[in-house]
């Protein structure tokens, strides 16, 4: 792989967006800060390890941090790689702006962080960057999913899992849902909705199907029906193809979409209408760990 310019997306670490306020309260927090504080030099040594192998391969590259990325519109324009350096929410949200543009994830803090699309650490990524360039690592397509309000398709596109809930968690979630031609009401506390990628992930804990990677299908798993109102539900879980439609209409006031995490919900409120297909646009992966 020709690498001419790489941008290079990282997280501020938690102790140096609160620093001030943890070292007031270092001696109540013990360990906590402690913990915080490693995870914070971790990160910047992974930072220092990645971008020292990149000048050494003579590559130019750009950094940005993870908040604020929303200001650059037109990444695929200006690069050849993303490399995400941190844990699989900022792998995640850096997603959301690809289209055309491989990425590479980078786990920052393997000790405390969560790494399931990452193609190793920083000690790692000499030998990582060199087999990239001899084009010995793989560029896999993971399929994401493809939301449409009301007829308008929403972006980001869900590489991981979305969940349809009410805002506060203490609410109960009541819609139509429908697959195909067979549909039912229910309450519930709200729906998992995976690709085969995120079937490891919380869809997996609420007693969903642990799928193969590069699987082109998608599942969805109610979470906590309730039983009483309705009776006996039958469209609690299941694995969508691509000749099948995944529709959900809203009978909440302050529902929402969250999509690969809790940052930015979509309002899902009384009457919009959902439907979930596979999206045209896979995302490439670069050293991705397929199981």
């Known amino acids: 792989m020709q690498l001419s310019k790489v941008l290079i997306v990282c997280k501020r670490s938690t102790y140096s967006v609160n620093k001030a306020r943890l070292n007031r309260d270092r001696q109540s927090l013990g360990l906590i ?23 050494k ?3 130019k590259f750009q950094l940005i941090y993870r908040d604020d990325l929303e200001r650059f519109n037109e990444i695929e324009k200006k690069t ?27 786990n920052a803090d393997p000790q405390r962080s969560i790494g399931r699309f990452m193609a190793g650490t920083s000690k790692e990524f000499s030998m990582i960057l060199h087999q990239l360039i001899q084009n010995k690592i793989s560029i896999l397509k993971l399929s994401r999913l493809q939301l ?14 979305v969940l349809i ?16 031609q067979y549909g039912e009401e229910q309450m519930s506390s709200g729906i998992w909705i995976s690709t085969a990628v995120g079937s490891t992930a919380a869809i997996f804990s609420a007693g969903g199907e642990k799928m193969n990677s590069l699987n082109t299908k998608f599942q969805f798993v109610v979470r906590e029906i309730f039983k009483k ?11 969508v193809d691509s000749s099948s439609r995944l529709k959900i209409t809203s009978f909440m006031k302050n529902g929402c979409l969250f999509i690969d995490g809790p940052h ?8 919009d209408k959902l439907m979930v297909k596979i999206s045209s646009h896979p995302i490439k992966v670069a050293g991705f760990k397929s199981i």
């Open 33 to 55: 800060f402690e913990k915080m504080k490693l995870s914070h030099h971790q990160q910047i040594q992974s930072l220092r390890e990645v971008t020292r192998e990149l000048k």
């Open 57 to 59: 391969f003579k590559i």
């Open 80 to 106: 050849d790689l993303v490399i995400s350096i941190g844990g699989d929410g900022t792998f995640l949200e850096t997603t959301h702006r690809l289209n055309r543009v491989p990425i590479l994830g980078i």
């Open 148 to 161: 449409i309000v009301n007829g308008q398709k929403i972006h980001p596109l869900v590489l991981n899992d």
């Open 165 to 180: 809930a009410p805002s506060s968690p203490a609410v109960t979630a009541r819609y139509l849902i429908q697959l195909n």
């Open 229 to 239: 109102k309705f009776g006996k539900r039958h469209l609690l879980s299941g694995i």
């Open 264 to 271: 930015n919900p979509i309002p899902f409120e009384w009457g």
